[in-house]
């Protein structure tokens, strides 16, 4: 019997050993783990995999783990996971979401890299939005300018022109705002905003009216700017969007969206990536891309790329590969080409891109007039406190709208506010 | 002497003796308590030490932070969370009293022998079987201010000519949160109660119906009272249940609007992952389990003299 036994364990031990032998292979291969919201966005999602691919090749035995996280929980899974020490080796973050990691000490400062490969960032969209306290500590990936996607079926139908100005798009959006079949409700609307959901997407739907009334909530030296007559103007122009029932209410921007793509509403203010959505909707054959009827329109910075401070010397460098790879003229090229981007490379080039996405001219335009106008969704000297001011934001908005309050007293408080959450 | 040792040793492990069968039990139990003090002791712990550190976003195996009790005077002298206190209380007793009443009236129906009687009972499961997040959606939807059915059915119904902004109120958000909520929380009474009303014997309202006691002094006299030890069991881990409750809040209404459905739990969430305070949000969520255990405690305490 002991015999017997002895000779069970040792077959099951060779079993074992030769089991690990065949791992072996796979597990001497680098993983280096990518977390995004936009691994299943159209156009956009192909690029990153197209991006991987390459890299994948010119290092052998590397493998990048591409794997998503919503963007509703986002920054929770950053979060967590920065926390437990564990943070993936290509870092992923929205535009307002890596200053608190930044602050903390744990973004690999990218000016040596840069230096070492002799990379001048001149001209690079959005990306003086990545220096903290003097350092690059990420690289930005895209910075977009508004559009407005409207309806033309819908604008057609009831003989309105294409919006140019504030009270055009209000008259418009009022226009064609109606209850098709008679029930008492509406069931096409003439614009949409997200108004359930994140206060940072509540905040940057607000923006449109703001900056178009020559209002914003920081000076470029970073001082709160809320009580001033044009930010009255802004609000009270808000406050009658949301009032005049021209769109739904407590809905999110993606339901916004798809609300939009499926012929349900005339006009939408949106970024880059409602092209996506339009695309495969069913009024796609009827939505036409226009620059949006604000002066300046909304723009600003959307997504980094960065590295974790606290990851081994031979991994460093391979991100740093990754980010350099998603740089170059090819893939700068290639993100307008297959996700509709405006790349933020001074020197892309998107010449005939708009064969294959017809309204591309329009999305660069607003991008540079955007630039010009050093428009950004985050203010300057709020980054630390972006969540807090935007939900304080959002809920003063809210107070306004539902207690139906004069915009210039809301305009005080908010001031007051910020100032003591920037402190 | 080595074989005498040993063989004392065998006699104490041998878990057949009755003496030594308390050891077996202590054995099988030993895997589920590791995992409970791994999972919930540790995290606790931690949880209350974070609480007496300024920190952001703390990291694991980082150096501790000064103990300071500036998160709880934070805590207690903020708007913020006396507000959310409010609200917690307000959604707690709501909630209870609606879960409670819906769920013994059902139990109630269900006792009774009448046909179909076992489709009504899978029917008063069926909402504590589909699960929490599914259930929200949906109810998200239906409590659409735009395209929602109780918008629409409450037009169709003649309450209101127009649809209900049932989140963008403050207080059409917080019943939409309590219906959801009750919604969810009944079966679970009803089953309990179901399962006390099957073992009270039938020869006491036997002999009541004899005496000339009607319905309702059955009920009174027979049913509530023999009910009690289950009701209040049910009681406490209702009110448990909606004190820590956080997915029916976070999809249906976020917290808002301006803070009407901000629990502590939703308080403790946006400390953490909005803010990144996590110092604030251990805070929150330390008094949150200091205010369970003491209505747990005041709840089952009472309860004990109540049955003995």
Not at chain 2, 182 to 191: A, L, M, Q
Request: overall charge neutral; glycine content about 8%.
């Amino acid at each position: 019997m002991n015999n017997r036994v002895k000779r069970l364990a040792l077959g099951a031990a060779i079993a074992t050993v030769m089991m690990m032998g065949s791992f072996a292979p796979a597990m001497a291969d680098t993983v280096l783990k990518f977390i995004s919201w936009q691994t299943d966005d159209a156009g956009t999602g192909d690029w990153w995999r197209s991006v991987i691919a390459a890299f994948e090749k010119q290092h052998p035995g590397v493998k990048i783990e591409f794997t998503k996280a919503e963007r509703s929980s986002y920054a929770d899974t950053m979060t967590t996971l920065f926390a437990a020490n564990q943070p993936p080796q290509i870092v992923h973050l929205a535009s307002f979401e890596f200053q608190m990691f930044a602050d903390s000490g744990w973004l690999e400062p990218l000016d040596p890299w840069l230096k070492k490969d002799g990379i001048d960032l001149t001209g690079w969209a959005g990306q003086q939005k990545c220096q903290w306290n003097g350092e690059t500590v990420c690289i930005m990936t895209n910075y977009f300018g508004f559009v407005m996607a409207y309806n033309k079926k819908i604008l057609d139908a009831a003989g309105i022109a294409v919006p140019k100005t504030y009270d055009e798009f209000l008259a418009a959006a009022k226009a064609t705002t109606k209850d098709l079949n008679g029930d008492g409700i509406i069931d096409q609307f003439g614009t949409g905003h997200e108004t359930k959901g994140g206060p940072g997407q509540y905040l940057t739907e607000m923006l449109n009216y703001i900056i178009d009334a020559k209002a914003y909530w920081t000076d470029k030296d970073g001082n709160i700017t809320i009580d001033t007559p044009e930010m009255v103007e802004g609000l009270t122009r808000w406050k009658t969007v949301m009032k005049s029932g021209v769109g739904p209410i407590d809905m999110s921007a993606s339901d916004v969206r798809k609300l939009f793509a499926d012929g349900k509403m005339a006009m939408r203010l949106d970024g880059p990536w409602l092209y996506g959505t339009t695309e495969k909707g069913s009024a796609k054959g009827d939505i036409v891309y226009a620059a949006p009827p604000f002066t300046p329109p909304l723009g600003g910075s959307s997504n980094v790329l960065a590295m974790p401070s606290d990851i081994p010397d031979d991994q460093k460098a391979l991100v740093w590969d990754f980010i350099k790879l998603t740089m170059t003229p090819e893939f700068q090229r290639s993100y307008a080409t297959m996700g509709g981007n405006t790349p933020p490379s001074p020197k892309a080039d998107v010449s005939g891109v708009e064969k294959t996405i017809p309204h591309f001219p329009v999305l660069i335009e607003t991008m540079k007039q955007a630039a010009e106008a050093g428009i950004d969704r985050v203010p300057t000297g709020l980054e630390l406190y972006y969540n807090e001011f935007s939900k304080m934001v959002m809920e003063e908005t809210q107070r306004m709208i539902i207690q139906d309050l004069d915009p210039a007293d809301v305009a005080k408080t908010m001031q007051a506010k910020a100032e003591s959450i920037k402190g | 002497m080595t074989d005498t040792v040993q063989a004392g040793r065998r006699k104490f492990f041998d878990l057949a003796r009755p003496s030594r069968q308390h050891l077996l039990g202590y054995i099988l139990i030993a895997p589920a308590v590791l995992m409970v003090a791994a999972i919930i002791v540790w995290p606790l712990i931690l949880a209350i030490d974070l609480s007496f550190q300024q920190v952001k976003i703390p990291r694991l195996g980082g150096a501790s932070r000064p103990v300071s009790v500036s998160n709880y005077t934070w805590l207690f002298s903020s708007e913020e969370f006396w507000l959310a206190c409010w609200v917690t209380l307000k959604l707690v007793v709501v909630v209870t009293v609606g879960s409670v009443a819906v769920g013994l009236s059902t139990a109630l129906l269900a006792n009774n022998r009448f046909r179909g009687r076992t489709i009504v009972r899978l029917g008063i499961a069926l909402p504590w079987a589909v699960p929490e997040i599914i259930a929200v959606v949906i109810f998200a939807w239906m409590f659409d201010t735009s395209f929602g059915l109780f918008g629409w059915l409450a037009i169709q119904l003649g309450f209101t000519g127009q649809m209900i902004p049932w989140v963008s109120s403050s207080t059409a958000a917080f019943w939409a949160v309590a219906i959801t909520m009750i919604w969810k929380g009944f079966p679970f009474v009803s089953i309990m109660c179901l399962a006390g009303l099957q073992s009270i014997p039938s020869d006491y309202y036997a002999a009541a119906k004899v005496d000339g006691a009607s319905v309702w002094q059955r009920f009174r006299w027979i049913t509530l009272p023999l009910l009690m030890p289950v009701l209040g069991v049910t009681l406490v881990l209702t009110l448990l249940w909606v004190f820590r409750d956080f997915s029916i809040i976070k999809v249906l209404t976020g917290g808002g609007p301006l803070r009407s459905t901000q629990t502590l739990s939703i308080m403790t969430y946006d400390q953490a992952f909005q803010y990144h305070n996590f110092g604030r949000a251990a805070a929150v969520g330390v008094v949150t389990l200091v205010i369970c255990i003491i209505a747990s405690l005041l709840m089952l305490g009472r309860r004990s003299k109540s049955i003995y």
